[in-house]
């Protein structure tokens, strides 16, 4: 059955202000790929928004437009790029020192990256060990501090003449916390704010000052920022949609394709162990014990959702699952993540597999943010606020409506996010269950 009417959607007219707070390896990487995508240097590999079809009615209609083609996204050209960083390197030199992309592309875009360069950052020490910079703000309060991030945010869209604003926390892994009273409720955060609550992290400020004006904030990182019932309280507020956490990129996006098929075929799991050598600043921040701990609890939660143990006792109900990350710097970006699975099948005899993935993690993680920003734009202009679900598939922490527990299977959440998409549109979902060869 098909919808009745599709939503409506605002069109996308205008300039989108994309607003990263952290403009480091990702963040860099992001701009300078749009960039070189725009002047007709690269593709737009790994990007859903730029590259995916989605197929609408039955498969022998055929019919299968672009995503991009098809909901009403932003374009690239539409795109304007700012934000805050800890050090005051424009994108050129941050994008330099990173050293994700090579020069000669980089020089094509000197121009327009030497022109981005950050607002001073809200920044505590004892949130990140690992940094030591000092392109910070100073205030009278948590709140002072939060009110000059509005007045940047401001700035910035008056500037650029933006229509719109999206943000992506790209910034550093903050050390691991739990929730506390002051982050209960929007009354308690912001008396919080004004009394420089210890338990107020810096991208919790960002956040609040980014929700408080109506504008979606998707966070890269694995630290505790918009996943609070304060920002939830916000986020309706300013009906703002709210999606998860901590890009899904290397090894647990590894972890989320494979874990479903292991399950589909019955096959038992003993033990998944799962190391990293990395030698980026994100490493640095990382060997920090606390910060890895965020990494950690993030990385660890997916194969016990995928895998349910409680349901499958005896195929992964004693399940070892161990994560660890060494900061090893002749590696930079190029992060080298070994998996070594045992698995049992048939009256539970044994076998292994060893995966030793060369990845690049910034040049994994650069299309998750573009279609972030292009998406959370799309979802704010259809009227669409709170947690968005269909958003679970970028990942690693989806985040999810109390008394559900998060959806980690890359594929059903490739179905969901395609059939929101249709919903949205007003045409069929496309579920796979129907009889006929056509369906
Ligand atoms: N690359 C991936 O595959 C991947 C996957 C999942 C998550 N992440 C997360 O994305 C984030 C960015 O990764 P990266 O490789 O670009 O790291 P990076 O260290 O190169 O960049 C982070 C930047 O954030 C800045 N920063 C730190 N605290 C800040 C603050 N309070 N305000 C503004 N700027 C601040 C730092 O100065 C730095 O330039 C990290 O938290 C990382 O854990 C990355």
Redesign the pocket.
């Known amino acids: 059955m098909g919808l009745d009417q599709n939503v409506d959607i605002a069109p996308a007219t205008g300039r989108l202000g994309v607003l990263l ?9 992001f701009i300078s790929g749009v960039l070189a995508i725009r002047k007709g240097l690269a593709d737009p590999i790994g990007s859903l928004t730029q590259m995916s079809t989605i197929r609408l009615g039955k498969r022998s209609d055929e019919n299968a437009p672009r995503i991009a083609d098809y909901v009403p996204l932003a374009t690239l050209d539409d795109l304007v790029f700012g ?5 005051p390197d424009d994108a050129y030199v ?1 994008a330099s020192r ?1 050293g994700v992309l090579d020069r000669h592309l980089l020089e094509q875009l000197g121009e327009e990256l030497r022109a981005i360069t ?1 607002m001073p ?4 020490q004892s ?2 060990r690992n ?1 030591h ?1 000092d392109n910070v703000k100073t205030g009278t309060s948590k709140m002072d501090l939060a009110e000059q991030l509005v007045d940047d945010i401001h700035r910035f869209s008056e500037e650029h003449g933006c229509d719109r604003l999206v943000a992506v ?6 050390v691991y916390r739990e929730p506390t009273e002051v982050h209960a409720t929007l009354e308690a955060f912001e008396q919080g704010l004004r009394d420089s609550s210890p338990d107020i992290a ?2 919790q400020i ?1 956040a609040y000052a980014l929700l408080s004006q109506g504008i979606p904030m998707a966070n ?4 505790l920022s918009l996943d609070i019932p304060c920002m939830l309280e916000l986020a309706r507020r300013h009906q703002v949609p709210i999606t998860g956490k ?5 090894q ?1 996006l590894m972890k989320t394709i494979l874990a479903p098929g292991f399950k589909a075929r019955m096959l038992g799991v003993e033990g998944w162990y799962s190391t990293n050598i990395l030698g ?3 490493g ?3 060997d920090d014990p606390e910060s890895f701990k965020s ?1 950690e609890m993030s990385k660890l939660g997916v194969l016990d959702t995928i895998l349910q143990p409680d349901t499958y006792p005896e195929l992964y109900g004693d399940m070892t699952h161990v994560v660890r990350i060494n900061y090893y710097p002749p590696r930079g ?1 190029n ?1 080298e993540g070994w998996d070594n699975i045992d698995i049992f099948g048939w009256l539970g005899y044994k076998m292994q597999i060893k995966i030793d993935f060369l ?1 690049r ?2 040049i ?2 650069a299309p998750i943010v573009l279609d972030l920003v292009l998406f959370l734009d799309l979802a704010k202009r259809a009227g669409l606020s709170g947690i968005q679900e269909w958003l679970s598939f970028y990942w ?1 922490s989806p985040a999810h409506p109390d008394g559900v527990y998060p959806e980690h299977d890359l594929f059903i959440q490739l179905m969901k996010l395609k059939n929101t998409l249709r919903h949205l549109q007003g045409d069929d979902l496309i579920t796979h269950l129907g009889a006929e060869y056509y369906d």
């Open positions: 707070p952290g403009m480091g390896a990702v963040g860099t990487t934000g805050w960083d800890v050090f941050a990173a950050p950052a809200v920044f505590e949130y990140v940094l910079s926390w790209c910034g550093s892994t903050e810096p991208s960002y890269g990182a694995p630290n901590d890009f899904k990129t290397g647990t980026n600043r994100d640095e921040v990382l990494k970006d992060k990845c993690d910034s994994l993680a690693k």
